[in-house]
Nanobody, 126 residues
Framework: QVQLVESGGGSVQTGGSLRLSCAAS????????MGWFRQAPGKEREGVAA????????AYADSVKGRFTVSLDSAKNLLYLQMNSLKLEDTAVYYC???????????????????WGQGTQVTVSS
């Protein structure tokens, strides 16, 4: 099993920045994928950013490209999401996910993700 714990959420004004962290523990050697997802009230959970951990290749949702950056500290089993130029529509609960498999085209899909964190709230206000 793999445990994921997110931190770093909070409240920020539009245009501000936040950095989320996800700490992975347990059988992390089995993970080849880590990603960030978010779910706003009344909406489905959606993929935000992902990284293929063996190579570090990344994928982003169009809505966050150029504003968000995902990064991985493999030595510390930490996944980060640097969020800049935050918008009102970025308000959501952000979840970290991990998986034992990776496939091109499904990086931002909520399906086939083996492990999930409990989520951290990000609120952007004007």
């Amino acid at each position: 099993q793999v445990q994921l714990v997110e931190s770093g959420g909070g409240s920020v004004q539009t245009g501000g920045s936040l950095r989320l962290s996800c700490a992975a523990s347990g059988k992390t050697y089995s993970i080849v994928y880590m990603g960030w997802f978010r779910q706003a009230p009344g909406k489905e959970r959606e993929g935000v950013a992902a990284v293929y951990t063996p190579e570090g290749s990344t994928a982003y949702a169009d809505s966050v490209k150029g504003r968000f950056t995902v990064s991985l500290d493999s030595a510390k089993n930490l996944l980060y999401l640097q969020m800049n130029s935050l918008k009102l529509e970025d308000t959501a609960v952000y979840y970290c996910a991990a998986a034992n498999s990776w496939s091109v085209g499904s990086q931002l899909s909520v399906h086939n993700k083996n492990f999930w964190g409990q989520g951290t709230q990000v609120t952007v206000s004007s």
